[in-house]
Structures are given as structure tokens and as C-alpha cells.
């Protein structure tokens, strides 16, 4: 029996290869990015800023960007 884990698992953006994702789409603003996706903009800076994201962000990149591997936009850490 493996004992159990006393942290959480989150998931956080690679804020890097999204934005360079996105350069070639021309957005100048967060606010742009974020209606783009559906998204709250207020969310969006803070999960560019390394805050987790939620299972409806993930949801909404991969639908966005289907083609794009998820290992290359998200990354998986136990804190």
C-alpha cells in the first residue's frame, strides 16, 4: 500500500510556449488572449503569472489549439 501524499498536485500553464503560441495570432493584450478563449481576463494573468488552472482553462486551451501537444503547454507539480 503506498502511503498517502500530504501535498496537492496542480497543474500550471507553461506561460512560455503559449505566448509564443500565440505571437503569430497578433494579440497585444491579456484582455484579447482571454476573449479569444472564453476566459476571465483576471484569471488569465494570474495563471500567467503561475497560479494552477482549472480543469475549464485546460478544456478551453485544447480546444483552442487541438494540434498542440498538452506536455508542451501545461506542466504537472506536487507542492
Same mark, same amino acid.
Given at each position: 500500500m503506498? *502511503? *498517502?501524499r500530504e501535498?496537492?498536485?496542480k497543474i500550471r500553464l507553461n506561460a512560455a510556449a503559449f505566448t509564443d503560441l500565440l505571437k503569430p495570432l497578433g494579440f497585444e493584450h491579456t484582455a484579447d488572449i482571454a476573449r479569444h478563449l472564453g476566459?476571465?481576463?483576471?484569471n !488569465?494573468?494570474?495563471? !500567467?503569472?503561475?497560479? *494552477?488552472v482549472s480543469a475549464e482553462f485546460i478544456a478551453?486551451?485544447?480546444l483552442a /489549439?487541438?494540434?498542440? *501537444? /498538452?506536455e508542451r503547454l501545461f506542466r504537472e507539480e506536487w507542492s
Open positions: 503506498h *502511503a *498517502a501535498v496537492d498536485p476566459v476571465d481576463p483576471g !488569465l494573468s494570474r495563471i !500567467l503569472r503561475g497560479q *494552477a478551453r486551451v485544447r /489549439y487541438p494540434k498542440v *501537444a /498538452y
